[in-house]
Protein backbone atom coordinates (compact mmCIF):
# COMPACT_ATOMS: atom_id res chain seq x y z
CA UNK A 1 0.00 0.00 0.00
CA UNK A 2 0.86 3.18 -1.16
CA UNK A 3 1.17 6.36 1.45
CA UNK A 4 -0.43 9.97 0.06
CA UNK A 5 0.12 13.00 2.94
CA UNK A 6 -3.20 14.58 3.34
CA UNK A 7 -1.97 17.79 3.47
CA UNK A 8 -1.54 21.40 1.90
CA UNK A 9 1.48 22.64 4.14
CA UNK A 10 5.09 22.36 2.22
CA UNK A 11 6.73 21.66 5.68
CA UNK A 12 5.14 18.51 6.44
CA UNK A 13 5.48 17.28 2.89
CA UNK A 14 8.87 18.27 2.73
CA UNK A 15 9.69 16.81 6.06
CA UNK A 16 7.28 13.83 5.25
CA UNK A 17 9.01 13.46 1.82
CA UNK A 18 12.49 13.06 3.46
CA UNK A 19 11.35 10.04 4.87
CA UNK A 20 11.53 8.33 1.48
CA UNK A 21 7.62 7.11 1.66
CA UNK A 22 5.77 9.28 0.48
CA UNK A 23 4.08 8.49 -3.14
CA UNK A 24 1.51 11.69 -3.58
CA UNK A 25 -0.36 14.35 -1.61
CA UNK A 26 -4.27 15.15 -1.25
CA UNK A 27 -5.91 18.32 -0.53
CA UNK A 28 -8.82 20.04 -0.13
CA UNK A 29 -10.35 23.36 0.22
CA UNK A 30 -10.51 22.79 3.50
CA UNK A 31 -6.57 22.22 4.17
CA UNK A 32 -5.66 25.05 1.90
CA UNK A 33 -7.79 27.70 3.92
CA UNK A 34 -5.47 26.99 6.41
CA UNK A 35 -2.49 27.86 4.75
CA UNK A 36 -0.98 31.13 3.57
CA UNK A 37 -0.21 32.59 -0.18
CA UNK A 38 -1.65 32.08 -3.76
CA UNK A 39 -3.87 29.09 -3.93
CA UNK A 40 -2.06 28.31 -7.86
CA UNK A 41 1.90 28.99 -6.45
CA UNK A 42 0.78 26.63 -3.10
CA UNK A 43 -0.15 23.72 -5.39
CA UNK A 44 2.67 23.82 -7.94
CA UNK A 45 5.07 24.48 -4.57
CA UNK A 46 3.37 21.09 -3.34
CA UNK A 47 4.23 19.98 -7.32
CA UNK A 48 7.61 20.20 -7.24
CA UNK A 49 7.83 18.99 -3.79
CA UNK A 50 6.31 15.48 -4.69
CA UNK A 51 7.11 12.98 -7.51
CA UNK A 52 3.74 11.10 -7.59
CA UNK A 53 0.05 12.27 -7.71
CA UNK A 54 -1.25 15.69 -6.03
CA UNK A 55 -4.89 15.90 -5.53
CA UNK A 56 -6.55 19.12 -6.09
CA UNK A 57 -10.48 18.93 -5.67
CA UNK A 58 -12.72 21.02 -8.37
CA UNK A 59 -14.89 23.50 -6.29
CA UNK A 60 -17.63 23.31 -9.01
CA UNK A 61 -20.90 22.03 -8.95
CA UNK A 62 -22.22 21.12 -12.66
CA UNK A 63 -20.05 19.06 -14.82
CA UNK A 64 -19.34 21.78 -17.36
CA UNK A 65 -17.53 23.58 -14.98
CA UNK A 66 -15.82 20.98 -13.22
CA UNK A 67 -14.45 20.14 -16.79
CA UNK A 68 -13.17 23.91 -17.39
CA UNK A 69 -11.89 24.27 -13.54
CA UNK A 70 -10.25 20.38 -14.34
CA UNK A 71 -8.36 21.64 -17.14
CA UNK A 72 -7.47 24.87 -15.28
CA UNK A 73 -5.91 23.13 -12.22
CA UNK A 74 -4.38 20.56 -14.97
CA UNK A 75 -2.18 23.29 -16.71
CA UNK A 76 -0.78 23.63 -13.07
CA UNK A 77 1.79 21.05 -13.13
CA UNK A 78 1.75 17.55 -14.96
CA UNK A 79 1.42 15.92 -11.71
CA UNK A 80 -2.10 17.19 -10.54
CA UNK A 81 -4.99 14.96 -10.18
CA UNK A 82 -8.38 16.59 -10.23
CA UNK A 83 -10.81 15.91 -7.28
CA UNK A 84 -14.49 15.42 -8.13
CA UNK A 85 -16.95 15.01 -5.90
CA UNK A 86 -19.39 11.88 -6.52
CA UNK A 87 -22.75 12.10 -8.09
CA UNK A 88 -24.35 12.31 -11.88
CA UNK A 89 -22.36 15.73 -12.57
CA UNK A 90 -19.44 14.55 -11.48
CA UNK A 91 -19.34 11.06 -13.72
CA UNK A 92 -20.30 13.41 -16.57
CA UNK A 93 -17.25 15.49 -15.75
CA UNK A 94 -15.05 12.35 -15.20
CA UNK A 95 -16.01 10.19 -18.32
CA UNK A 96 -15.28 13.30 -20.10
CA UNK A 97 -11.42 14.24 -18.37
CA UNK A 98 -10.38 11.28 -18.19
CA UNK A 99 -11.43 9.46 -21.28
CA UNK A 100 -11.53 12.39 -23.97
CA UNK A 101 -8.91 14.49 -22.40
CA UNK A 102 -6.64 12.50 -20.10
CA UNK A 103 -7.26 14.34 -17.36
CA UNK A 104 -6.98 11.87 -14.67
CA UNK A 105 -9.41 12.22 -11.64
CA UNK A 106 -9.71 11.24 -8.30
CA UNK A 107 -13.60 10.41 -7.11
CA UNK A 108 -14.08 12.15 -3.61
CA UNK A 109 -16.80 11.64 -1.10
CA UNK A 110 -17.53 8.13 -1.66
CA UNK A 111 -19.89 6.13 0.83
CA UNK A 112 -20.63 3.10 -0.95
CA UNK A 113 -19.64 0.32 -3.86
CA UNK A 114 -22.36 1.32 -5.73
CA UNK A 115 -20.94 4.57 -5.80
CA UNK A 116 -17.72 3.20 -6.55
CA UNK A 117 -18.58 1.18 -9.10
CA UNK A 118 -20.17 4.23 -10.72
CA UNK A 119 -17.08 5.94 -10.42
CA UNK A 120 -14.75 3.34 -11.86
CA UNK A 121 -16.66 2.61 -14.80
CA UNK A 122 -16.52 6.39 -15.43
CA UNK A 123 -12.67 5.75 -15.63
CA UNK A 124 -11.73 7.17 -12.41
CA UNK A 125 -8.23 6.91 -11.60
CA UNK A 126 -8.78 6.81 -8.43
CA UNK A 127 -11.51 6.36 -5.39
CA UNK A 128 -11.58 7.81 -2.32
CA UNK A 129 -13.76 6.24 0.03
CA UNK A 130 -14.24 8.54 4.09
CA UNK A 131 -13.34 5.76 6.51
CA UNK A 132 -13.54 8.08 8.93
CA UNK A 133 -16.71 9.45 8.23
CA UNK A 134 -18.41 6.03 8.01
CA UNK A 135 -17.43 5.32 11.00
CA UNK A 136 -18.97 8.70 12.52
CA UNK A 137 -22.22 7.53 11.35
CA UNK A 138 -22.28 3.61 12.97
CA UNK A 139 -21.29 1.83 9.76
CA UNK A 140 -18.30 0.08 9.07
CA UNK A 141 -15.76 1.87 7.14
CA UNK A 142 -13.26 -0.76 7.06
CA UNK A 143 -16.00 -3.36 5.86
CA UNK A 144 -16.85 -1.18 3.01
CA UNK A 145 -13.03 -0.72 2.11
CA UNK A 146 -12.94 -4.61 1.98
CA UNK A 147 -16.00 -5.26 -0.08
CA UNK A 148 -15.02 -1.84 -2.61
CA UNK A 149 -11.75 -3.75 -3.02
CA UNK A 150 -12.89 -6.97 -3.98
CA UNK A 151 -15.58 -6.13 -6.23
CA UNK A 152 -13.26 -3.38 -8.57
CA UNK A 153 -10.59 -6.68 -8.68
CA UNK A 154 -13.61 -9.27 -9.69
CA UNK A 155 -15.11 -6.83 -12.27
CA UNK A 156 -11.72 -6.00 -13.79
CA UNK A 157 -11.60 -2.35 -13.06
CA UNK A 158 -8.83 -0.54 -12.38
CA UNK A 159 -9.28 2.33 -10.01
CA UNK A 160 -6.99 2.49 -7.01
CA UNK A 161 -9.43 2.72 -3.53
CA UNK A 162 -7.67 5.59 -1.99
CA UNK A 163 -8.60 5.07 2.22
CA UNK A 164 -9.26 8.83 2.90
CA UNK A 165 -10.52 9.88 6.67
CA UNK A 166 -7.81 8.26 8.30
CA UNK A 167 -8.22 9.11 11.54
CA UNK A 168 -5.50 6.98 13.54
CA UNK A 169 -2.99 4.66 12.81
CA UNK A 170 -5.28 1.51 13.55
CA UNK A 171 -6.69 2.87 10.46
CA UNK A 172 -4.05 2.58 8.26
CA UNK A 173 -3.54 -0.81 9.18
CA UNK A 174 -6.65 -1.80 8.46
CA UNK A 175 -6.71 -0.22 4.89
CA UNK A 176 -3.56 -1.94 4.57
CA UNK A 177 -5.09 -5.62 5.30
CA UNK A 178 -8.33 -4.84 3.38
CA UNK A 179 -6.46 -4.21 0.01
CA UNK A 180 -6.27 -0.71 -0.21
CA UNK A 181 -3.69 0.46 -2.77
CA UNK A 182 -3.28 3.87 -1.11
CA UNK A 183 -3.85 5.59 2.20
CA UNK A 184 -4.11 9.21 2.71
CA UNK A 185 -3.24 10.47 6.33
CA UNK A 186 -2.49 13.39 7.74
CA UNK A 187 1.20 14.12 8.95
CA UNK A 188 -0.09 13.73 12.36
CA UNK A 189 -1.07 9.73 11.84
CA UNK A 190 1.90 9.66 9.91
CA UNK A 191 4.12 10.17 13.18
CA UNK A 192 2.18 7.74 15.31
CA UNK A 193 2.74 5.03 12.98
CA UNK A 194 7.01 5.24 13.33
CA UNK A 195 6.32 5.47 17.14
CA UNK A 196 6.11 2.46 19.47
CA UNK A 197 6.44 2.46 23.71
CA UNK A 198 8.62 -0.10 23.06
CA UNK A 199 10.85 0.69 20.76
CA UNK A 200 11.54 3.94 22.82
CA UNK A 201 12.00 1.37 25.94
CA UNK A 202 14.57 -0.49 23.82
CA UNK A 203 16.57 2.48 22.27
CA UNK A 204 17.14 3.67 26.34
CA UNK A 205 18.20 0.34 27.08
CA UNK A 206 20.81 0.03 24.12
CA UNK A 207 21.78 3.98 25.23
CA UNK A 208 21.96 2.62 29.31
CA UNK A 209 24.08 -0.22 28.33
CA UNK A 210 26.26 1.25 25.90
CA UNK A 211 27.14 3.45 28.12
CA UNK A 212 28.26 1.02 30.82
CA UNK A 213 30.59 0.02 27.96
CA UNK A 214 32.42 2.97 27.53
CA UNK A 215 33.22 3.52 31.51
CA UNK A 216 34.18 -0.23 31.69
CA UNK A 217 36.36 0.62 28.09
CA UNK A 218 38.00 3.98 30.00
Known amino acids: MK ?23 TTNPTLVAREEGSFEEM ?9 GPVSVEAVSTRAEDMVVEARRLARFASNVVVKIPMGVEGLKAVSQLEVTEGIHCNVTLVFSVNQALLAARAGAS ?3 PFVGRIDDIG ?5 LIREMVTVLERQ ?8 ASI ?10 AAGAQIATLPFSVLQQMAEHPLTD ?14 KNMG
Not at 156 to 163: G, P, W
Not at 167 to 176: D, K, L, M, T, Y
Not at 201 to 213: C, N, P, T
Request: aromatic share 10%; charged share 25%; net charge negative.
Open 126 to 128: YIS
Open 167 to 176: RHPRHVHESA
Open 156 to 163: KLASQVIA
Open 3 to 25: FFLDTANIQEIREAVSWGIISGV
Open 201 to 214: RGIQRFLADWEKVQ
Open 139 to 143: WDGMG
Open 43 to 51: IKAICQEVD
